[in-house]
């Protein structure tokens, strides 16, 4: 019998637990079975195997970033929005570190209606930080993959120990940050692809 009191939420919040303390890539059901305390084919009860828990902490990573951000930019705009959704953006994978990397990378598959509810939730929010640049459409789509690429790299590096230049970190954060709102304010404008086939001499 399963567990009283054990559902599809708590084990999936003790695996998020786990995988922000040992790392994503140390997460296995043997030892989510282990950590709430049933035996692991009981926890085939309240989860479908490895790929759905790995689905089900995506989802949970993106509604909590979703969060963060919506409430890191709520009533900001420009620059300001920018920088308190960027330091949102980081500090939530310092605190989250596995919960994140399970939510970071790979795009839901579109049949997957609540996956795509949750990555559109975040969606939303950095649509709404660009539309005080005025970026809409499908501008808006190429600077969300700016910014996303942007700060998931830096995160990422961070995270590694991937900066060990005698520099403050910070420093270059912001440095990063004031790089992409003067992109999006329009004081630095990237070429368009018919500009870069001109360059590398394709026209």
Same mark, same amino acid.
């Given at each position: 019998?399963?567990?009283?009191?054990?559902s599809a939420?708590?084990?999936?919040?003790?695996?998020?637990?786990?995988?922000?303390?040992?790392?994503?890539?140390?997460?296995?059901?043997?030892?989510?079975?282990?950590?709430?305390? !049933?035996?692991?084919?009981? %926890?085939?009860?309240?989860?479908?195997? *490895? @790929? /759905?828990?790995?689905?089900?902490?995506? #989802? +949970?990573?993106?509604?909590?970033l979703a969060?963060?951000?919506?409430?890191?930019?709520?009533?900001?705009?420009?620059?300001?929005?920018?920088?308190?959704?960027?330091?949102?953006?980081?500090?939530?994978?310092?605190?989250?570190?596995?919960?994140?990397?399970?939510?970071?990378?790979?795009?839901?598959?579109?049949?997957?209606?609540?996956?795509?509810?949750?990555?559109?939730?975040?969606?939303? !929010?950095?649509?709404?930080? %660009?539309?005080?640049?005025?970026?809409? *459409? @499908? /501008?808006?789509?190429?600077a969300t993959? #700016? +910014?996303?690429?942007?700060?998931?790299?830096?995160?990422?590096?961070?995270?590694?120990?991937?900066?060990?230049?005698?520099?403050?970190?910070?420093?270059?954060?912001?440095?990063?940050?004031?790089?992409?709102?003067?992109?999006?304010?329009?004081?630095?404008?990237?070429?368009?692809?018919?500009?870069?086939?001109?360059?590398?001499?394709?026209?």
């Open positions: 019998m399963p567990r009283v009191g054990l939420d708590a084990v999936v919040a003790e695996a998020a637990r786990a995988a922000d303390e040992l790392g994503l890539d140390k997460l296995t059901l043997a030892l989510v079975a282990q950590r709430v305390d !049933v035996r692991l084919p009981s %926890l085939y009860k309240h989860v479908r195997g *490895g @790929d /759905d828990l790995r689905r089900r902490l995506a #989802i +949970l990573a993106l509604g909590e969060a963060c951000l919506g409430a890191a930019a709520v009533g900001r705009s420009g620059a300001v929005a920018l920088a308190a959704l960027a330091a949102a953006y980081r500090d939530y994978a310092e605190r989250r570190p596995g919960l994140y990397a399970a939510g970071a990378v790979r795009a839901p598959d579109p049949a997957d209606g609540e996956h795509v509810a949750a990555a559109e939730a975040v969606y939303r !929010v950095v649509v709404a930080v %660009l539309a005080g640049y005025g970026i809409e *459409g @499908d /501008d808006a789509v190429d993959r #700016i +910014l996303r690429a942007a700060l998931h790299g830096f995160v990422s590096l961070e995270a590694g120990g991937g900066f060990g230049m005698p520099r403050d970190v910070d420093r270059t954060f912001e440095r990063l940050v004031a790089g992409l709102d003067a992109v999006f304010s329009g004081q630095t404008r990237l070429p368009d692809r018919a500009v870069l086939s001109r360059q590398a001499g394709g026209a």
